[in-house]
C-alpha cells in the first residue's frame, strides 16, 4: 500500500507565495521521478513541474521562473515553492509518484489526492 499527502494548499493574493508538500509512504523500494501537476475547473489535469530521483527538471512554460520543484530523497517527500502566484494558478494541485514496490515490480505511477491553491486578484 502506497499512499502520497499533499500539504500546503490554501488562499493567497495575487503576487504572494505558496509552498507545497507532498510525502510518499508505504511499502515503497525506489522512487524515480516525482512530479506535481494541476487542474483548473473545466481544464485538463496539466503538468507543472516534475523532478528525477537525481535532480533533473522540468517546468510548464506558464510557471517557469516563478515554481521551484526540489525533492528530499530520504524523506520521499517532494515540493513545490510557488512564488508570484497569479489568479490563472487557480487549481487543485495533484502530486504524482512513479515508483516500484519491490525489487522486482514495474514502476507505477501514484496520485496524491490534491490540494486546493487558490490565488485571489
Known amino acids: 500500500q502506497v499512499q502520497l499527502v499533499e500539504s500546503g494548499g490554501g488562499l493567497v493574493q495575487a503576487g504572494g507565495s505558496l509552498r507545497l508538500s507532498c510525502a510518499a509512504s508505504g511499502s515503497i523500494f525506489s522512487i524515480n521521478v516525482m512530479g506535481w501537476y494541476r487542474q483548473a475547473p473545466g481544464k485538463q489535469r496539466e503538468l507543472v513541474a516534475r523532478?528525477?530521483?537525481?535532480?533533473?527538471?522540468n517546468y510548464a512554460d506558464s510557471v517557469k521562473g516563478r515554481f521551484a520543484i526540489s525533492r528530499d530523497n530520504a524523506k520521499n517527500t517532494v515540493y513545490l515553492q510557488m512564488n508570484t502566484l497569479k489568479p490563472e494558478d487557480t487549481a487543485v494541485y495533484y502530486c504524482?509518484?512513479?515508483?516500484?514496490?519491490?525489487?522486482?515490480?514495474?514502476?507505477?505511477?501514484?496520485w496524491g489526492q490534491g490540494t486546493q491553491v487558490t490565488v485571489s486578484s
Open positions: 523532478i528525477t530521483r537525481g535532480g533533473i527538471t
Open positions: 504524482a509518484a512513479d515508483l516500484t514496490t519491490t525489487p522486482w515490480s514495474v514502476m507505477q505511477d501514484y
